[in-house]
T-cell receptor, first 118, second 117 residues
Framework: AQKITQTQPGMFVQEKEAVTLDCTYDTSDPSYGLFWYKQPSSGEMIFLIYQGSYDQQNATEGRYSLNFQKARKSANLVISASQLGDSAMYFCAMREGQRSGGYNKLIFGAGTRLAVHP | GAGVSQSPRYKVAKRGQDVALRCDPISGHVSLFWYQQALGQGPEFLTYFQNEAQLDKSGLPSDRFFAERPEGSVSTLKIQRTQQEDSAVYLC???????????????FGNGTRLTVT
């Protein structure tokens, strides 16, 4: 079964508008962390934001915020005031806690390609 | 350097050749991961090292894939008798925290793009 599902292969947004990238996850582990990474065409994976399963508030980092709905098992990324440089692939990832065997690999979704138009 | 360094950046191999991909993690980072990223897909876990110990190799697709980190710093991913389906970007990532810290992000290198012809 897919642990991380990103249902939007591609998204378009107008510059300066906000956009939401969807992510749902599947785990029975009560302790887990959720990450978003950006991958521009150059290939590097850039860490954007993190949300822990026990965090009471939604994470925010500058223009990035994470809409965490635990009961729905969703962790959508919201980018406000989109910029042309935001055009990239975006990956949602999860790290499980208690069952990780003492280490912490990330499990990634298939990604969403975001295109920001002027 | 300050980040994770991978070499070579690009590698073209003829089917059946052996290749070796190098990863130099961030200095002092205990955890090191290798991922395989096929075109248009998310990274898939291959293997994990904590210092020099390979604690998980469950993601290695076949016994043609071998990874080592003998001194707990630089790691090498070796693929023997390469096949066309091995064509992908191989990403290395490191993290300073071993066994704890759900919120500790992985720091990735730029990857090695392997093309098997």
């Amino acid at each position: 079964a897919q642990k991380i599902t990103q249902t939007q292969p591609g998204m378009f947004v107008q510059e300066k508008e906000a956009v939401t990238l969807d992510c749902t996850y599947d785990t029975s582990d009560p302790s887990y962390g959720l990450f978003w990474y950006k991958q521009p065409s150059s290939g590097e994976m850039i860490f954007l934001i993190y949300q822990g399963s026990y965090d009471q508030q939604n994470a925010t980092e500058g223009r990035y915020s994470l809409n965490f709905q635990k009961a729905r098992k969703s962790a959508n990324l919201v980018i406000s005031a989109s910029q042309l440089g935001d055009s990239a692939m975006y990956f949602c990832a999860m790290r499980e806690g208690q069952r990780s065997g003492g280490y912490n690999k990330l499990i990634f979704g298939a990604g969403t390609r975001l295109a920001v138009h002027p | 350097g300050a980040g994770v360094s991978q070499s070579p950046r690009y590698k073209v191999a003829k089917r059946g050749q052996d290749v070796a991909l190098r990863c130099d993690p961030i200095s002092g980072h205990v955890s090191l991961f290798w991922y395989q990223q096929a075109l248009g897909q998310g990274p898939e876990f291959l293997t994990y090292f904590q210092n020099e110990a390979q604690l998980d190799k469950s993601g290695l697709p076949s016994d043609r894939f071998f990874a080592e980190r003998p001194e707990g710093s630089v790691s090498t991913l070796k693929i023997q008798r390469t096949q066309q389906e091995d064509s992908a970007v191989y990403l290395c990532a490191s993290s300073g925290v071993a066994g704890q810290g759900l919120g500790s992000p992985l720091h990735f290198g730029n990857g090695t793009r392997l093309t098997v012809t």
